[in-house]
């Protein structure tokens, strides 16, 4: 796969068209089944950290290149993913809620090895034209507890 330094404004995969990732409402996605099933294949997959394009919050057209977990492949052959953050969110500084924030610890997906949360307030849809690069897979037991919590929070199965 092309470095991400080689693709231009317009070609960041996921930022433009019908592959772009968005924020998707976790209350109104219908039906949702998570399943730990990643398969090294090049291909976004549940379980798997990958990167993509994730708009700011705002969403005024900015946003920037980030690692999400996949944690749900949708019937429409989307996926929903949560986005990481190597900010702390135990408390100990004012980045938010740490109720919001997952701990999942570090991880090849972080070349400098720092520690990582998963913000389960926000859940973004990804195509598969939309990933940027697999990163790995998260080990099952950190997958079934970011899962854990996104369960109780939305009621997904």
């Avoid at 099933?37 to 990958?50: F, S």
């Avoid at 946003?63 to 969110?89: C, F, I, N």
Wanted: net charge negative.
């Amino acid at each position: 796969m092309t470095a991400f330094t080689d693709f231009t404004d317009e070609d960041v995969p996921g930022r433009y068209g019908p592959s772009a990732t968005t924020e998707a409402d976790p209350h109104d996605v219908g039906p949702v089944r998570t399943e730990y099933a990643p398969a090294h294949d090049g291909d976004p997959d549940p379980g798997e950290i990958v990167w993509t394009w994730v708009p700011f919050e705002e969403n005024d057209g900015r946003g920037k290149d980030r690692p999400v977990l996949v944690v749900a492949r949708e019937a429409a052959g989307t996926l929903l993913a949560v986005q990481l953050t190597s900010k702390r969110h135990d408390g100990t500084h004012a980045h938010g809620d740490p109720r919001h924030w997952v701990p999942i610890g570090h991880g090849p997906w972080d070349r400098s090895e720092r520690d990582s949360w998963v913000y389960i307030e926000r859940v973004m849809r990804l195509h598969d034209a939309g990933m940027r690069r697999e990163a790995c897979a998260l080990d099952r037991g950190r997958f079934n507890l970011v899962v854990h919590h996104l369960q109780e929070r939305y009621g997904w199965s």
